[in-house]
């Protein structure tokens, strides 16, 4: 009777861990709507490489969740990532003028979309287009940069190095008892 109890025990544990696993991947995966009672709006925004970025992922301003990533295309005309920004209804009143940047949460974290608010006067609204944008940092580029300036200085210090031949030097007597 005491085995039949542990089993039912650990079968209840168990179903509650997939329980909780599987709330936690909806609540990771972003799956909620954006806007509530405010609704919401589209705007664009146009990348020369937009990393890891997918659709589901964060916009932000000054760290605060203000929408997702609704959809990603490529402009057929300069073949430019296009990310479409849901936005919250209640944050309406972003400048004109802002900048979107797509930026990483951590070393290797997940990209989202940052807003850095502009000056202007005039808001953005449904259907508009973020004329400033910063790409994605991404690492390979980085370190291919890295290496190819590395080689190249090696060439040129190597360059150098036989421009600039010595004489070798005469060989030395050996002193003698």
């Known amino acids: 009777m005491q085995s039949r109890a542990l089993e039912v025990l650990v079968g209840f544990f168990v179903c509650l861990g997939v329980a909780a696993i599987f709330g936690l991947t909806f609540r990771v995966a972003s799956l909620n709507r954006v806007g509530g009672e405010h609704g919401s709006y589209e705007i664009t925004a146009k990348f020369d490489t937009i990393g890891s970025l997918a659709p589901g992922s964060s916009v932000k301003i000054a760290g605060v969740k203000i929408g997702r990533v609704k959809h990603i295309g490529i402009d057929s005309t300069t073949f430019q990532a296009v990310a479409t920004l849901e936005i919250a209804g209640n944050y309406a009143n ?3 003028d802002s900048v979107a940047k797509i930026l990483t949460a951590g070393l290797l974290g997940e990209q989202y979309v940052g807003i850095d608010p502009g000056g202007e006067e005039q808001p953005l609204k449904n259907g ?10 991404v690492l390979e580029n980085m370190i291919g940069q890295f290496l190819t300036s590395m080689a190249q200085k090696d060439n040129n210090q190597g360059s150098k190095n036989q421009g600039s031949q010595q004489q070798p030097a005469a060989p030395t007597a050996a002193p003698s008892k």
Not at 128 to 137: N, R
């Open 94 to 96: 972003i400048p004109d």
């Open 128 to 137: 508009d287009e973020i004329k400033f944008t910063q790409s994605a940092f």
